[in-house]
Nanobody, 121 residues
Framework: QVQLVESGGGLVQAGGSLRLSCAASGSIFSINAMGWYRQAPGKQRELVATITSGGSINYADSVKGRFTISRDSAKNTGYLQMNSLKPEDTAVYYC???????????????WGKGTLVTVSS
C-alpha cells in the first residue's frame, strides 16, 4: 500500500507565503515524477508544477516566478514553496507521483487527498 499525504495548507493574506509538503509512504522502490495540481471551486483540476527524478521542472505560466517545486528523494517527499500568493491561487492542492512499487516493479499513479490553500485579499 502506498500513500501520499499533503500538509502545509492554510489561510494566508495576499502577498504571503506557504510551503506545502507531500510525503510518500509504503512499499516504495522509487519515485519518478512528482507534481502538484490544484482545483479551485467550480473549476477543473489544473497542473501547477512537476519535477522529474532527474530534476527537470515544469511550471504553469500562472505560477512561474512565484512558486518553486522541489523534492527530497531520500525522504520520498516533495515540496511546493509558494510566494507572493494571490487570491486566485485559492484552491485545494493535490500531490501526484509516479511510484514504482517495491518487489513488483509496477507503476502506481498515486494521488493525495489534497490540502486547502486560501488566500485572502
Amino acid at each position: 500500500q502506498v500513500q501520499l499525504v499533503e500538509s502545509g495548507g492554510g489561510l494566508v493574506q495576499a502577498g504571503g507565503s506557504l510551503r506545502l509538503s507531500c510525503a510518500a509512504s509504503g512499499s516504495i522502490f522509487s519515485i519518478n515524477a512528482m507534481g502538484w495540481y490544484r482545483q479551485a471551486p467550480g473549476k477543473q483540476r489544473e497542473l501547477v508544477a512537476t519535477i522529474t527524478s532527474g530534476g527537470s521542472i515544469n511550471y504553469a505560466d500562472s505560477v512561474k516566478g512565484r512558486f518553486t517545486i522541489s523534492r527530497d528523494s531520500a525522504k520520498n517527499t516533495g515540496y511546493l514553496q509558494m510566494n507572493s500568493l494571490k487570491p486566485e491561487d485559492t484552491a485545494v492542492y493535490y500531490c501526484n507521483a509516479d511510484i514504482i512499487i517495491a518487489a513488483t516493479w509496477r507503476h502506481m499513479d498515486a494521488w493525495g487527498k489534497g490540502t486547502l490553500v486560501t488566500v485572502s485579499s
